[in-house]
């Protein structure tokens, strides 16, 4: 009599179940910081963040939740829809606003720190449905550094018109 083997589609199942999602969380990189608005109650920053995909597949990313240091004096947290796709094997550049309360001092040569985990999912056909299904809900943590918080542009002047040349259009005589 012959011995016969079943294969056991349970563990198959469960296997290819935990290799889908196996995709390589994406890194995210501090890069800079500029003022978008002041008034007296602080300033809008916003912080730029390149992120790199190492995988061979897109990767979506769906939510920034986040807090930001500036001077070591924890001064904003939140959350932030990304809605970005990095593509596989590329790089990209994100921004994440904060606010900097005017107690926080003036930021312009502050050194400043974003850290939080950042919600992502991979976009394969089965990865997909295990997300719909809350099954792979995919997070990495991440953290930033660096000095200096580019201050606001200064207005630019309209240029003066040439000694007998005629006024622009909608502009007092």
């Not at 002041?38 to 300033?43: D, N, R």
């Not at 207005?155 to 502009?171: D, E, H, I, L």
Request: glycine share 6%.
């Amino acid at each position: 009599m012959q011995a016969t083997r079943t294969t056991p589609i349970p563990w198959i199942a469960a296997a290819a179940l935990l290799a889908a999602g196996c995709a390589a969380s994406p890194s995210v990189r501090a890069v800079d910081a500029r003022t978008v608005s002041k008034t007296a109650e602080g300033s809008s920053i916003h912080m730029k963040l390149e992120l790199e995909n190492p995988n061979d597949a897109p990767v979506e990313l769906t939510m920034w939740d986040y807090s930001v240091s500036v001077n070591d004096q924890s001064v904003y947290s939140g959350q932030w829809v990304a809605s970005l796709t990095v593509p596989p094997k590329e790089r990209m550049l994100a921004e994440l606003p904060a606010f900097v309360p005017a107690s926080a001092g003036d930021v312009s040569g502050a050194s400043w720190r974003v850290s939080g985990i950042l919600s992502y999912r991979a976009t394969g056909k089965l990865d997909k449905l295990l997300y719909q299904l809350g099954i792979n809900r995919l997070s990495t943590f991440f953290e930033g550094k660096a000095t200096g918080i580019a201050a606001m542009p200064a207005p630019v002047a309209a240029p003066a018109a040439a000694p007998g040349a005629a006024p622009a259009p909608g502009a007092p005589n």
